[in-house]
């Protein structure tokens, strides 16, 4: 039955990444946006480091608070483990087109964030939501497509995403002594599930406030290591940047089988990582309290930045610079991707490599365990058009805990290929969207720079860009 499922989904994966499907759709929607946008992601990076620090309305959301949400989501298991899959599978390379998806996406981030702001809701309780199924009703006027998202949403990150992150997780176990095939992983499994669930169970206020300590101890202290590493293995990095553009222009071998190809890996990885353009993070975005959606659409570009030009980077580079050869570990059953992150680093560090990435992997996983989930209710809520009641909360909490433990102990591949299936879709159905709806975004970073050119704070009212919808914040 498993296998019957796992050869359907890769059925449907394999035509969602042909060349002129997800990966044309996403790099040209990113290309489009970039320079519609008046490439905001050098002109305006300045500035998204000054907007996340501002404060928020006493009870709102910070700029802050929602970015690390969305980067709980991004910043997560895929950096290292989805890192390491793409160099072993595709080749140094990889890297290279995973960074220009990055830049690319980062416009698509900004136009996607933006609209979520523009167009989100004011909730029972006094907060906001919002995201692509909201900007899909509200602008375009098609509910059923934003209910079509909204259930993509689900099944990609309670299920897809979440049981990936599971498995992942307990996979970097397998390089200590006391690893048993068959009960590390159940039990590894149980411990997430009841963790997870006891923090779901405690609202999305409780989930913003684990995601704002977590996050950035995370990050910093993960960059920290990967400088140790390269100031080690100084003597290596001409050769690892030569293998990184080498691969990464080898046409030949890209054209001769385009599916197994860095730049495949790359856009694949890259967006399991970064997320841009997916519609994921706008969710996120849409609960802040800024006082111009264009802040909140340039911070959630720079959170793109922070997970794939600096995360990811440092994985690769770990790896890369530590002369440990990635083509061990393609094995017939699948890539050993743990095992080649911690064999680098145990290159450098002993026995303390192998700990460390376990340790970080903990912490990777459950914050993106937390920051996953926190998309779905509010999607679920707008499928049923009602808030929702505690007992279907409830029930959806533990559904999703018990998703977490099959994920540990499932198959790699099965995991693998229904997050990359799901993720394809919700490509699929954001992207032209936002390309559609780009104009008003643009509009709105228009007005913002007016405001900046003024020495103001900016402030949005919707009638200044021409907007003829009614919205719940900006009229």
Known sequence: MVHAIDNC??????VLYQPWFVPLILVAG???LTFRCGFLQVGMFREACKVIMEKPHEGGVSSFGALMVSTASRVGTGNIIGVSTA???????AIFWMWITAFFGGASA???STLAQIYKKRDDDGTSKGGPAYYMKEALGQRWLGVIFSIFIIFTYMVGYNMLASYNLQSTFGAFD??????TPVIIGIILAVIFGVIVLGGAKRLIHVTEVLVPVMGVAYVLVSLIVLVINIPNLGSMFGAIF???FDFDAIFGGFAGSCIMYG???????NEAGMGSAPNAAARADVSHPAKQGLVQMLS??????LICTATAFMCLSSGVDSSAYNLPDGPNAAGFVQDSLASVFGGFGPAFIAIAMCMFAFTTLIGNYSYCESCYEFIVGREAGKIELVVMRIVASLLIFLGAVASASLVWDIADMMQGLMVVANVPVIVILSGVACRCLADYRMQMKQKINPVFKAADIGLKQKTDYWN
């Open 9 to 14: 989904v890769l059925a449907v994966s394999n």
């Open 30 to 32: 990113g290309i489009f």
């Open 87 to 93: 160099i072993i599978c595709g080749g140094p390379g």
């Open 110 to 112: 900004f136009v996607e």
């Open 178 to 183: 006391f690893y048993d095939e068959k009960m």
């Open 246 to 248: 080498t691969s990464a």
């Open 267 to 273: 856009i694949k990885r890259g967006l399991y990582s």
């Open 304 to 309: 793109v930045f922070i997970d794939t030009l």
